[in-house]
């Protein structure tokens, strides 16, 4: 005889009001509009006259907005010797082929460390780590010894090819390919033939876009807000951050332009990230989940 067995249907009882639900979304955007209040600040210092400027307290609105802080901008701009155009260009030139090398060897080198077994793999790994716990500015001596004795001082190669050994991305990636790559899809691939050069293109990079997304946004934020450098003394070598520290070395006379060049200096940085955010947020969704 058999058994019929019992069951019991449940339902899903949500434990969060609609009330909560407000709640916590008014709070999500009255955060944000916090974390968004510097960027305000910045414009309206940009649209200020230089009389409201220098009020204090400082008022956080504009009373009577002008553009005259551009205009001032782009006049010192023009009369500068060594053209703004190519402090333009030297900044995106750095910009962008410092975040392509980064974004190759960060990968490649992640790709070996996570999923191809040598010897030697957790030293590397560990070296790594421990590289993170330097900043720059320690090793800045070691650097320039090296610089010097490439021959690499006051030329492109100085700022670029360190940027491509950047510890930090190396170890986003590997992290998330460890986490997103499946080993039987990769070995799946093998089986049919695929190079271990095409199974790192064609399926584990597409696997990690939301990781190397994000460590391009990172790279090239950190190049793009690059000043002055060591290594650089050529004026047509230097980056236009360095152009707009000289003109706010000019004195409180420049501060109107000084203040609507850093709303220039942001415009780059924000729309990349704007182009990117949902798989930078996908990113660090992902980061803490593990299988």
Request: charged content about 10%; glycine content about 6%; aromatic content about 12%.
């Amino acid at each position: 005889m058999s058994k019929k067995l019992r069951t019991r249907n449940h339902k899903v009882v949500l434990n969060r009001s609609a009330g909560g639900d407000a709640g916590i979304t008014f709070f999500l955007v009255l955060l944000g509009a916090f974390m968004f209040l510097p960027m305000i600040y910045a414009v309206m210092q940009s649209l200020k006259p230089l009389d409201e400027l220098w009020v204090f307290p400082p008022r956080f609105y504009v009373v009577n907005p002008t553009l005259k802080n551009f205009g001032d901008l782009l006049r010192l701009m023009s009369t500068s010797w060594v053209p703004f155009s190519r402090y333009i260009f030297n900044t995106i030139l750095i910009s962008v082929v410092g975040t392509g090398g980064n974004l190759i060897l960060s990968s490649l080198a992640a790709y070996a460390l996570a999923k191809i077994k040598f010897p030697g793999r957790e030293f590397f790994f560990q070296t790594i780590v421990l590289s993170l716990m330097f900043n720059s500015t320690v090793t800045s001596i070691c650097n320039f010894i090296v610089m010097t004795a490439l021959g690499w001082v006051d030329s492109y190669l100085a700022i670029i090819v360190p940027t491509f050994a950047s510890t930090m991305g190396l170890y986003l990636m590997k992290q998330f390919m460890e986490s997103s790559v499946s080993d039987a899809v990769l070995e799946s691939a093998r089986l049919d033939g695929a190079s271990e050069f095409r199974t790192f293109l064609t399926i584990a990079m597409p696997m990690v876009k939301p990781a190397w997304l994000t460590l391009i946004v990172y790279s090239f934020q950190g190049l793009w807000n690059s000043g002055t450098s060591i290594y650089i003394y050529s004026e047509e070598l230097k980056t236009f951050n360095y152009a707009i520290s000289q003109i706010l070395s000019g004195g409180i006379v420049r501060a109107g332009a000084g203040a609507a060049s850093t709303v220039v200096m942001m415009i780059v940085p924000i729309a990349v990230f704007v182009i990117t955010q949902s798989n930078i947020i996908e990113t660090m969704g992902s980061s803490g989940m593990k299988d």
